[in-house]
């Protein structure tokens, strides 16, 4: 390598590396951990898991069906009475 080109683009060179640093623009392996398990933990309070949903699926399944007992109940016992 020539050095009049080494010494005409050194200071190009070190302010693009300087800016690279102070920016930092460069991810660290523990920073982009501590980030992954900062995002699992606020993923982990916001949403339920495929298993939590369909349990509750099951027992909104189970209440509607309940529910419908009850309401066929009322409307068998309001027939037997004779009024509408």
């Known amino acids: 390598m020539n050095r009049e080109i080494l ?43 495929k298993s939590e949903f369909s349990n509750m699926k099951e027992q909104i399944i189970d209440i509607n069906k309940k529910l419908d007992k009850i309401y066929d109940t009322l409307i068998n016992e309001r027939n037997s009475d004779g009024t509408y």
Do not use: D, G
Request: proline share 5%.
């Open 7 to 49: 010494y005409k683009y050194a200071p190009a060179l070190l302010m693009f590396i300087a800016i690279l640093m102070q920016y930092n623009l460069f991810v660290t392996p523990e920073k982009l951990e501590l980030t992954h398990r900062e995002i699992l933990t606020e993923v982990a309070q916001v949403y339920i898991t």
